[in-house]
Nanobody
Framework: QVQLVESGGGLVQPGGSLRLSCAAA????????MGWYRQAPGKERELVANITAGGSTTYAESMRGRFTISRDNAKRTVFLQMNSLKPEDTAVYYC????????????????WGQGTQVTISS
């Protein structure tokens, strides 16, 4: 089994910052791409940012310059630093990881975290 455990969400005033973390644990051989997505009430889940194992990053245009994705490969953890937060950033944030799972048969699978609530409000 593989689990993604997220932390760092909360309530912040507009203009504030938050840092999200997501650690992958379990029967893991390799963690490849990792990323963050978000889903606001009544909206579809959308990409926030992705990062490859080598550190290459992509961002949704509306978050570029305000959000920074990074990772610690040794700890199998991905981070999302969010600055200059706006009320429209309010959403549940989910991490995702592409994992080569160990076991009798090696299998590549995509896993999702349980989500962490981020609320931007004064």
């Amino acid at each position: 089994q593989v689990q993604l455990v997220e932390s760092g969400g909360g309530l912040v005033q507009p203009g504030g910052s938050l840092r999200l973390s997501c650690a992958a644990a379990g029967s893991i051989v390799v963690v490849n791409g990792m990323g963050w997505y978000r889903q606001a009430p009544g909206k579809e889940r959308e990409l926030v940012a992705n990062i490859t194992a080598g550190g290459s990053t992509t961002y949704a245009e509306s978050m570029r310059g305000r959000f920074t994705i990074s990772r610690d490969n040794a700890k199998r953890t991905v981070f999302l630093q969010m600055n200059s937060l706006k009320p429209e950033d309010t959403a549940v944030y989910y991490c995702r990881a592409d994992v080569l799972r160990g076991g009798p048969k090696l299998i590549w699978s995509t896993y999702w975290g349980q989500g962490t609530q981020v609320t931007i409000s004064s």
